[in-house]
């Protein structure tokens, strides 16, 4: 489990706003923040949450849920082009980890996925 807090550290780290042994910005940190709570509303609106926004995300989720925070700010920071792709490239499949792991199958039932 990962707290909102922890969600927002490893965000962060994957935009490469701080390294270790350093603290986030308190500007930058709230900026993260609200970003975790917009990812949370949108995942929400689609009933793919299975925790409340205070809470702590899913060991399963948690990968997903930092990609989808770091790609909803990666235009606001100074990312390099290698790590703006691999940013973009792991929150195209974030959105679709989260509801295979959140959504339970139908026996008989075969999920289509559109690349």
């Keep these: 489990m990962a707290t909102s807090a922890e969600i927002r550290n490893k965000a962060a780290k994957k935009l490469g706003l701080f390294g270790t042994g350093q603290t986030l910005r308190s ?3 709230s900026d993260i923040d609200d970003a ?3 990812v949370y509303a949108e995942l ?3 009933s793919l949450v299975t925790w409340a926004s205070s809470g702590s995300v899913p060991d399963e989720l948690v990968k997903s ?3 989808l925070v770091a790609f909803a700010r990666v ?3 100074s990312v390099p082009i290698a790590k703006y792709n691999r940013i973009v490239a792991d929150a195209t499949v974030a959105e679709s980890r989260i509801r295979e792991l959140v959504v339970p199958s139908k026996p008989g039932v075969t999920r289509i996925q559109n690349f």
């Design 36 to 38: 975790y709570t917009e």
């Design 75 to 77: 235009d606001e920071y």
């Design 65 to 67: 849920v930092v990609s």
């Design 44 to 46: 929400n609106a689609l």
């Design 27 to 29: 500007e930058i940190a």
